[in-house]
Structures are given as C-alpha cells and as structure tokens.
C-alpha cells in the first residue's frame, strides 16, 4: 500500500520568512502528487499538482513544490508567507490501479503564520 | 467553489440513530469519493464510487454504507451512531478514474 508522510505535524513561523513543508511518499511505480489547502471550517481546496513535466510546479499564490524521483518527496516551499497562508496543509499521492486512481493522503501541516 | 455539493453542512443527531449524507459530484465527474476527517485519526478514505459501482473501500465501518445513483449523485448512510462516529464527512468527485479530486466542504456530524 501506498504511505504518505509530513514529517511536521506544526509548523509556526514569522510572517514574510520562508517557510517548507515536508512530504515523502513511498512507491516504486509512478505517481502524481498533490498538495492540498484546508483553511478554517472549509473543504480542501487543490494547492498545486505534479502530473508529468517539469519536476518544479507552482501554484497562483506563490507557492511551490519540485517532485524528487530519487528521494520520493515532494516538498512544498513559499519564499515569503503571508497571515492568510495560515491553513492546514495535505500533501497526496495518486496511483494508478486497475480499479481507478487510488488517492493517499497525509496527515497533515498545519501552518501557522505569526504577525 | 469547487463545484461539490454536499448538504446537509451541519447535522445534530443522537447515539443509535442513522443519517444520510448527500453528494453531487462536479458536472461531467464520474467517481465519487467518501473520506471522514476526525481530530484523532485525521483524513481517512471511505470509499469511491464510479459510474453507480463501488471501485475501492477504504477504512469504511460495516454499519456505514454508500451508492452512487443513476444521476452520478452519492449517498453515505450512517447506522447504529456512536460518539466516536462525529466528525467532518467529505465527498470528493474527479472525471473517471481523475488524476485530480475535487473536495466539497464537507458535512459535520456530531453525535450527542
């Protein structure tokens, strides 16, 4: 079975620092891999996705994330954070079956932006 | 808006009794998913619909259940509550088997 792992369960920091949100996935066949936003009392909304390409993909509000093969991460990074950026955050890897893709989610970041 | 509704957003019901939640998957989207996010056990898969035929079971209790009709709309019932069973319901729907689910804003049971 497939496994996703955040490795930070919290992660506070000072508005405008960087900050990274760690994801590792095990699989040894291909996957697309998704981040996922949660703000408070909301559904999780579509961040930004690997599919195929370009290992570095980016989402409209200024966050990023580059798929690792060799190190089956995923990583989401955002050079300046904002107070509404302060949200819970999934990361999520799609594998293919014979059934239809299989979603795995993480338990999830949550970060919090500090004035 | 993601274009997944579920209703209703919020439901007070007691041990013992059976609810049902409700599904409308985005226009064209054929799957349907069932994930339940409690504060202890975080996101957990249910169960996914495709096209009216379950496709893939997840951590789904046998006193929950779930269809997908004609018009592509899910239901997820829930038997026999315990306190343990509150939580935020989400139906997620992608096109096929969707390399991108889309999420709705969820259903919060609380059971008293």
């Known amino acids: 079975a497939q496994s996703v792992t955040q490795l930070d369960s919290q992660v506070p920091v000072f508005e405008e620092a960087p900050v990274e949100l760690r994801c590792n996935y095990s699989s040894s066949v291909s996957v697309y891999l998704f981040w996922y936003v949660q703000y408070p009392n909301q559904g999780l909304q579509l961040l930004l996705k690997y599919l195929s390409g370009s290992t570095l993909v980016e989402s409209i509000n200024g966050f990023e994330a580059e798929f690792n093969k060799s190190q089956t991460s995923f990583h989401l990074r955002k050079p300046s954070v904002h107070i509404s950026d302060t949200a819970e955050y999934f990361c999520?890897?799609?594998?293919?079956?014979?059934?239809?893709?299989?979603?795995?989610f993480g338990t999830g970041t949550s970060l919090t932006v500090i004035p | 808006d993601s274009g997944v509704t579920q209703t209703p957003k919020h439901l007070i019901t007691a041990t013992g009794q059976r609810v049902t939640l409700r599904c409308s998957p985005r226009s064209g989207d054929l799957s349907v998913y069932w994930y339940q996010q409690s504060l202890d056990q975080g996101l957990q898969f249910l169960i996914q619909?495709?096209?009216?035929?379950?496709?893939a079971k997840g951590n789904i209790l046998e006193r929950f259940s779930a269809q997908q009709f004609p018009d592509l709309h899910s239901e997820l019932n829930l038997s026999s509550l315990e306190l343990g069973d509150s939580a935020l319901y989400f139906c997620a729907s992608s096109v096929g088997g969707g390399d991108t689910i889309y999420f709705g804003e969820g259903s919060w049971l609380t059971v008293v």
């Open positions: 999520a890897v799609s594998r293919k079956t014979n059934t239809g893709n299989q979603f795995y």
């Open positions: 619909y495709y096209n009216g035929e379950e496709r």
